[in-house]
């Protein structure tokens, strides 16, 4: 399995350019998520989706759209970059269904680093 | 308000110091606790996943257990390898798979 996969790695924008960031996971998780992780600020949570054509927000959901249209795939939309949107992002998996033993962990993918210009 | 603080923030020790490192948390109705190690540049990756208090799970030299409002990561003999932030994590009752983070803390081992 190559577990959670995230492209690109690195990617410069200038400001009110828009771009998709890729995660595709491997290991039929229901629920996927994205997260950005800023100096001092920790991991938050953007979107999340706990299968194919369910969505929500999470902390920090404004300038970012998603969608899942198949269990592998949770791109990751940035519609007009803004200079704050320089981070770190992370997507990660997990199984989400009940009478898994309790087997929630997350799987994070290796990152994508942004930056706005 | 769901909260994790994790102690310290930055943590150096000599090859072969045991220490310790601490998650506490505020949460309404805990559906476990989750240990992450992540090394410069990368995603973070799973250590354990608690789900009660008393429970605990080892790993090579590091340790996890839980309290009803804390969890501690305990490093034994640690080594240069073991250099890295240790992320702690929230899951409370209700989510449907979002995790709360605390900010994470940096060990560094020198040999």
């Known amino acids: 399995n190559a577990g959670v996969t995230q492209t690109p790695k690195f990617q410069v924008l200038k400001t009110g350019q828009s771009m998709t960031l890729q995660c595709a996971q491997d290991?039929?998780?229901?629920?996927m998520s994205w997260y950005r992780q800023d100096p001092g600020m920790g991991l938050r949570l953007i979107h999340y989706?706990?299968?194919?054509?369910?969505?929500d927000q999470g902390e920090v959901p404004n300038g970012y759209n998603v969608s899942r249209s198949t269990t592998e795939d949770f791109p990751l939309r940035l519609l007009s970059a803004a200079p704050s949107q320089t981070s770190v992002y992370f997507c990660?998996?997990?199984?989400?269904?009940?009478?898994?033993?309790?087997?929630?962990?997350?799987?994070f993918g290796p990152g994508t680093r942004l930056t706005v210009t | 308000e769901d909260q994790v603080t994790q102690s310290p923030e930055a943590l150096r020790l000599q090859e072969g110091e045991s220490s310790s490192l601490n998650c506490s948390y505020t949460?309404?109705?805990?559906?476990?606790l989750f240990w992450y190690r992540q090394d410069p540049g990368k995603g973070p990756e799973f250590l354990f996943t608690?789900?009660?208090a008393g429970e605990e799970k080892e790993k090579e030299r590091l340790k996890a257990t839980l309290t009803k409002k804390e969890s501690f990561l305990h490093i034994t003999a640690p080594k240069p390898e073991d250099s890295a932030t240790y992320l702690c994590?929230?899951?409370?009752?209700?989510?449907?798979?979002?995790?709360?983070f605390g900010k994470g803390t940096k060990l560094s081992v020198k040999p």
């Open positions: 990660a998996s997990s199984y989400s269904r009940p009478g898994l033993a309790g087997r929630y962990e997350q799987y």
């Open positions: 290991m039929n998780h229901e629920y």
């Open positions: 989706s706990v299968g194919a054509g369910i969505t």
């Open positions: 949460v309404s109705g805990l559906r476990g």
């Open positions: 608690l789900y009660s």
């Open positions: 994590a929230v899951r409370p009752g209700g989510s449907q798979g979002n995790l709360i």
